[in-house]
């Protein structure tokens, strides 16, 4: 008996394979917006495999924690390396994960039949900021500790439940140690394992009804004699070797940014978090990481702080009711009309304009041009049932084009 034998008639690995690798049928015209998803994964192993190598030299008390990530900058070799590889990882996590969204919403990937995957997508995004952001906090920096003061107000601001529920989170009554703990608890365990967990959940849901294409059309329609969509080409071999391409390229950027400029201008790191944090000194401006600007400007804009909070949330979980919003007879934007174009343009305009004035002080100005932004950003999705149902829409033809 060969050893694989052995090991499929225990473990069935080739059924596994077969079943969701070389008999999964993708659709033929799947573009490089596709590739977005694999990269997900592959930062997502990144995150996971330099985080546990950060572990490793990593103390999280308040005396320790500034001192053990320096030690590890300094003196640990290549630790300088483990470091900018995690932190440059989260912002290239998000860069990819905006644009997988991005895709969704120009080629209808949230309607009919892949709502819930479009949710446990959701949830995965809000799980992956919550992992951020605690991770934000372990250095321990002026930045890190700044960061964690203005989100505990945040939850002190909800009435009623609000001071419990921060001093809960934060374990004290004021950011301490207990804090940190519970963040580095949160970061390195918990968050994790549910992340994991949403991921096989994902893949599982994306299997079942299939990947969507550029033209929203389902491949499942239209199958040959044998069952098999005629539309649809095996993920294995065909999209696995352009998976490893655009992999291959997208390491090649990413590790040259590492190399050459691994703060980034300060969007990766800030220069403030290279200072031991300071309760008594409250930096010239506090802001988020850049992937977290926009609902921190949505948060700036709107004038009383619960309400802002409720905007900020709002921002993000009105991205849930897009199946239902969505009520265009066809689903890829090659489809639909001039209004679903300017406003899917708008929107994205909104978001970026968001990103940039969260990052930036808030000046009256900056203050404004936020509340315009933050009004086209809820109108995209306030409208999105008028303008999907009254828009000039074409007719898809019956079969995917390349």
Known sequence: MSLNKWINDRL?????????????????NLNFLYFFGSLAMLCLGIQILSGIWLLMYYEPTVE????????????????????????????????ILYMHVYRALLYGSYRKPRELLWLLGLFLLILVMAESYTGYIL??????????????NIF?????????????????????????????????????????????????????????NPDGIEIKDNLDKDGIPVDGVPFHPYFTIKDIVAAVVFLIIFFAVIFYDPTFHGLILEKENFIPADPLV????????????????ILRAVPDQLLGALAMLASLF?????????RA?????????????????????????????????????????ARIATIVFFGFFLTLPYITVYDNHKTPPDRVRM
Request: charged content about 10%.
């Open 12 to 28: 069935p690995i080739d059924d596994f394979v077969d079943q969701h690798l070389r008999h999964y049928y993708a659709p033929k």
């Open 64 to 95: 320790t924690a500034f001192d053990s990530v320096e030690y590890l900058m300094r003196d640990i070799p290549f630790g300088w390396l483990l470091r900018y590889t995690h932190a440059a990882g989260a912002s290239a996590f998000f860069v």
């Open 139 to 152: 250095p321990w920096g002026q930045m890190s500790y700044w960061a964690a003061k203005v989100i505990m």
């Open 156 to 212: 002190g601001s909800i009435p009623v439940i609000g001071p419990p529920l921060m001093h809960l989170i934060q374990g004290d009554y004021v950011i301490s140690e207990a804090t940190l703990q519970r963040f580095f608890a949160f970061h390195v365990v918990v968050f994790p394992m549910v992340l994991l967990g949403v991921v096989f959940i994902h893949l599982c849901a994306l299997h079942t009804v299939g990947s969507n």
């Open 282 to 297: 409250t930096p010239p401006e506090i802001k988020p990481t850049w992937y977290l600007a926009p609902y921190y400007a």
């Open 318 to 326: 009105i991205f849930a009711f897009m199946p239902w919003l969505d």
């Open 329 to 369: 007879p066809v689903k890829s934007m090659r489809y639909k009309g001039t209004r679903s174009r300017v406003s899917l343009f708008l929107f994205v305009v909104s978001f970026l304009s968001l990103m940039v004035l969260g990052l930036l002080p808030a000046t009256p100005t900056n203050t404004i041009l």
